[in-house]
């Protein structure tokens, strides 16, 4: 014969409540320290009795796990995930394959491939869609070329420049500023005229080898000294 089943509900008998709890908590324990080591779970069982000794389990630190339990009292409760069962699954991949095939025949289309079967209202719009698309290229290749072109013209002016630009050499400087004295100090000229003659008529940019006129040289005055004392 099988057990019959028992009706839950408090056992008045003080003797029997006293066996039957020592059973049902030895059970209890067991279950729970089964239950940590087969799931790897953290496991901790908390028994007062009704004359309020206490009885206890716990598969790690009972501290660490009631701490643990008390923050995820105080923060807000993780959704579980949802569980979806296989055919459901199998219609969401279905669906994705789908729309993966339309993108793929929308994709042709814009090339000019498989348009048959295409209706009027689709072949305008993919129509409209390649116009917008060639204006965007036309404008874009618009604006690469001007920044080419003005990336060139700053190039060629700075080459210009850089062959053009040349300072004048000091040698030159200098016997026009020796001429523009000499005419001051004959007073034949006033110095503004005589400096802007200088350099408008008797400027002279001819290559001259040797000291500039008008300077003696180091040597020549030791040669006139020694003619003079001889």
Known sequence: MGRGKIEIKKIENSNSRQVTFSKRRGGLLKKARELAVLCDADVAVIIFSSTGRLFDFSSSDMKKILSRYNKCQDSPPVPALEYKPEE?????????????????????????????????????????????????????????????????????????????????????????????????????????????????????TTLHLGPPAGIRTKKAIETETHSSSS
């Open 88 to 204: 459901q699954q199998h219609e969401e991949v279905d669906e994705l394959k789908e729309e993966i095939l339309k993108l793929k025949s929308k994709q042709l289309q814009l090339l000019g491939k498989d348009l048959t079967g295409t209706g009027l209202q689709e072949l305008r719009e993919i129509e409209e869609q390649l116009t917008e698309g060639l204006l965007s290229v036309k404008e874009r290749k618009k604006v690469v070329l001007e920044n080419e072109t003005l990336r060139r013209q700053v190039q060629e002016f700075q080459g210009f420049l850089s062959t053009t630009n040349f300072p004048s050499p000091p040698y030159i400087q200098y016997q026009l500023m020796e001429k523009c004295n000499s005419t001051i100090k004959d007073g034949s000229r006033s110095p503004e005229t005589t400096c802007d003659n200088c350099l408008d008529e008797d400027s002279d």
